[in-house]
Each structure stands twice: as C-alpha cells, then as structure tokens.
C-alpha cells in the first residue's frame, strides 16, 4: 500500500496531512454540537495534526536531497499541475455559486470531495498507492458530511470530526514509512 522507493515524498505526505488534519479540525469548530467535550474533541485533533506536521516537516527538510517522484518536465508534474488548477477552479466556481444561492453549510463538503477525488489523481503522480486510500476515505467522508442531520451540526463538523483522523492516520502511516526506508539507507 505505501511504495518505499521515494521516503522523501512519504514525509512531505506527512507534513501535509498533519497540515491537513490541523485545518479540518479547526474549520470544525464553525459550529460543532452543544458542550464543550466536542470543543475539546476538535482541539486534540489539531494538536494531534500539528505534532505529526512538525517532525513530519522537519524530517523532510533533513531529507530534501533525497528523490522525489515530483519532478519537473515529466507528464507525471503536468498531471498534477493540471488537476491542482481544475480542482481549484471547480472549487471556486461551485463555491461562489453555493455562497450566491445561499447554500454556504455545503462548502466544506464540497471542498472535501474534492480534495478527496484529487487524491486519486496524485497517487498516480506520487506512485504512491496509499493515496488512492486517502481519496477514497476522504470522498466518503465529505458525502457522509453532506447528508448527516444538519440539525445536530454543521456539515464543516463532519467534515473535520471524520476527515481530521483520516488524515492524521495516514500522514503518520507515512511517516513512519518514509523514516523507516531512510533508516535502512
């Protein structure tokens, strides 16, 4: 599931979805249930997201000599450049047309899937399998979000309750993973 041929590109996997789990903990707390245990709840995830970013991060600058599958001049970096660009038009334009309809509580859901889908696309840029995991975890997620009672919260509560560990799960995953295959070097 993860390939140990590029442990580089598996740190930065880690600094990112540390990044990445500290974000959607923190858009969570747009309007989480009542008490504050979920408050609470919300805040170790972001703590938990940045302790995995900073040594993630740290690990990678340590480590930047080091190959990496994300080269430029290779169909593999035009590929990413191409979905990062559509996913962040599509990401605007459709939130721009939620904003205008009124329809802001579906935004994180929507950012979510998307975030989700391109995680398919980087796998094949990265080689890295466990990617496609990720994307698929990650568009469940946002779809769960989507159509829990919104009455109980915010689907931006969903989204970081249930993708902030998703991420953070991974990212360590890889981590780890990327360390061990250096230590081995």
């Given amino acids: 599931m993860i390939d140990l041929a590029h442990p580089r590109d598996l740190l930065m996997i880690g600094a990112i979805f540390g990044l990445a789990a500290f974000i959607w903990s923190g858009w969570a707390q747009e309007a989480p249930p ?24 740290l690990a990678a600058i340590g480590n930047w000599s080091e190959l ?16 990062f660009w559509a996913e962040v038009i599509i990401g605007a334009v459709a ?6 309809t009124s329809q802001t509580e579906n935004i994180a859901p929507l950012i979510l899937a998307i975030v989700g ?3 398919f696309a980087l796998a094949v840029v990265f080689g890295q399998p466990v990617l496609h995991l990720a994307g698929l975890l990650l568009t469940i997620v946002a779809v769960v979000a989507f159509i829990l009672p919104r009455e109980t919260a915010a689907p931006s509560y969903w989204c970081g309750v249930l993708g902030a560990p998703v991420f953070f799960g ?6 780890l993973a990327g360390r061990s295959a250096l230590a081995v070097d």
């Fill in 170 to 175: 991974i990212g360590l995953w890889c981590l």
């Fill in 95 to 100: 939130s721009f047309f939620l904003i205008r």
């Fill in 68 to 83: 990496s599958a994300f080269t430029t001049g290779t169909s593999a970096f035009t590929l990413y450049l191409i979905v």
């Fill in 117 to 119: 889908i391109h995680f």
């Fill in 34 to 57: 009542k008490g504050l245990v979920f408050r609470l709840a919300l805040a170790g995830l972001g703590v938990a997201g940045l302790a995995l970013a900073v040594p993630s991060i």
